[in-house]
């Protein structure tokens, strides 16, 4: 027993110093630094504005419908009757006969410018010229006839109460005519403003209020 247990001693020793001594290796221990860390740089992304052009409307214009108003031809106007209104200046002659001793008769004969102011249908102007006859009792008879520029003529007949006296109010009814006066009718009155005696011979006046109305019953107007 003594001699086994050195022999096993020297073997495990044997054996022990026979494996190669293992040096430890130093393992550095790892060292982790911090990592540099870039910063990510986000380039600003570039927008471009959406520019929103304005879309030009072009305003709707609506040009107004302009109605020409239907004028009546002077024919036309006539036909359902014109006012007009004017004045008539004349000059003539007189000639007076005593009948009885308090009154006499007299014969007129007149002529001058007849001037249309208002109304269609008619001249602007005319030559008037009036006959007529008083008798100093009322009874009146006279007879006139305008002529205008292209010799076309209206007739008409006038009454009243004093052919030559200023103030008197005197009537005419028209009876008929020529040229574009042709079948006219109508009636005016008017009153003489002036009458003016000179020499019992000369006489000249003026009328005012001379107004009337005409209509065309037929005929070439």
């Known amino acids: 027993m003594k001699a086994f247990i050195p022999l096993s001693f020297v073997g495990v020793v044997v054996v022990l110093s026979a494996q190669p001594a293992t040096t430890p ?58 006012v007009f209104e004017g004045t008539w200046s004349a000059v003539g002659h007189r000639q007076l006969l005593k009948t009885e001793p308090d009154r006499a008769a007299v014969t007129v004969q007149l002529s001058g410018a007849v001037s249309i102011t208002t109304g269609t249908g008619l001249s602007r102007g005319f030559r008037g010229e009036a006959i007529g006859f008083d008798d100093g009792a009322g009874l009146i008879a006279a007879r006139a006839v305008w002529t205008d520029d292209k010799g076309d003529r209206i007739f008409s007949g006038i009454f009243g109460d004093a052919f030559a006296s200023a103030g008197r109010p005197m009537r005419g009814t028209i009876t008929g005519g020529t040229g574009r006066y042709a079948g006219i009718t109508g009636e005016y009155e008017f009153r003489w403003q002036t009458m003016v005696t000179v020499d019992d011979t000369s006489v000249n006046g003026r009328t005012v209020d001379l107004r009337g109305r005409v209509r065309a019953s037929g005929g070439s107007q």
Not at 53 to 69: H, K, L
């Open 25 to 82: 290796q130093a393992t550095p221990p790892a060292t982790q630094g911090p990592r540099p860390v870039t910063p990510g740089v986000q380039r600003p992304t570039t927008t471009t504005p959406t520019v929103n052009t304005p879309q030009t409307t072009s305003p709707t214009v609506t040009t107004p419908q302009v109605t020409t108003p239907t004028t009546a031809s002077p024919q036309q106007t006539m036909a359902t009757g014109q």
